[in-house]
T-cell receptor, first 114, second 113 residues
Framework: AQTVTQSQPEMSVQEAETVTLSCTYD???????LFWYKQPPSRQMILVIR??????QNATENRFSVNFQKAAKSFSLKISDSQLGDAAMYFC???????????FGKGTKLSVKP | NAGVTQTPKFQVLKTGQSMTLQCAQD?????MSWYRQDPGMGLRLIHY???????DQGEVPNGYNVSRSTTEDFPLRLLSAAPSQTSVYFC????????????FGAGTRLSVL
């Protein structure tokens, strides 16, 4: 079975500081994809960043970057220069090759303090 | 651009009632799916479809039916609602690229009393 684990139910960061959200996963597939989704209070699911397992280079999207450790099956999200608008639930998700179906972690609620 | 449209946004049902959650996409995506989100549980896959006329079960399919008669629409039917189906429901669509990038609707909050 494929699983995704987010061990931090809640995190807090000061505005303009950096925060890292953790995610570990388990899959027997050799080729897979990992995603971070953001869910603000509006409830809309927004794709933040994605990583392809066969790529060694960590993905980066503006202030968002990942630390992908394939051997450790770890996929953390780093948010730099945190902004008030970053406050949201963040979900880590795995596409383990099952026709695009996503397996989600339970989420981390991020608060940003002004 | 409409993207993925879900209706209704909110619904209250009584136990035993039936209803259909509507989902439509205008991006010509082959892949569509339904997830439910419960507190502390993340999102879990209910049913999915990889094209018109093709549907399959996800992780939590019991109590739900789907059909896919057109590329655009993927309704989710609750035949006899139960309190355990109180949840937020998300529809998503994606192309058949690798990986499949999924685009989500705004969700439907359903309460079953």
């Amino acid at each position: 079975a494929q699983t995704v684990t987010q061990s931090q139910p809640e995190m807090s960061v000061q505005e303009a500081e950096t925060v890292t959200l953790s995610c570990t996963y388990d899959t027997s597939e050799s080729d897979y994809y990992l995603f971070w989704y953001k869910q603000p209070p509006s409830r809309q699911m927004i794709l933040v960043i994605r990583q392809e397992a066969y790529k060694q280079q960590n993905a980066t999207e503006n202030r968002f970057s990942v630390n992908f450790q394939k051997a450790a099956k770890s996929f953390s999200l780093k948010i730099s220069d945190s902004q008030l608008g970053d406050a949201a639930m963040y979900f880590c998700a795995l596409d383990g090759g099952s026709q695009g179906n996503l397996i989600f972690g339970k989420g981390t609620k991020l608060s940003v303090k002004p | 651009n409409a993207g993925v449209t879900q209706t209704p946004k909110f619904q209250v049902l009584k136990t035993g009632q039936s209803m259909t959650l509507q989902c439509a996409q205008d991006m010509n995506h082959e892949y569509m799916s339904w997830y439910r989100q419960d507190p502390g549980m993340g999102l879990r896959l209910i049913h999915y479809s990889v094209g018109a006329g093709i549907t399959d079960q996800g992780e939590v399919p019991n109590g739900y039916n789907v059909s896919r008669s057109t590329t655009e629409d993927f309704p989710l039917r609750l035949l006899s609602a139960a309190p355990s189906q109180t949840s937020v429901y998300f529809c998503a669509s994606g192309d058949t690229g690798v990986p499949t990038i999924q685009y989500f609707g705004a969700g439907t909050r359903l309460s079953v009393l």
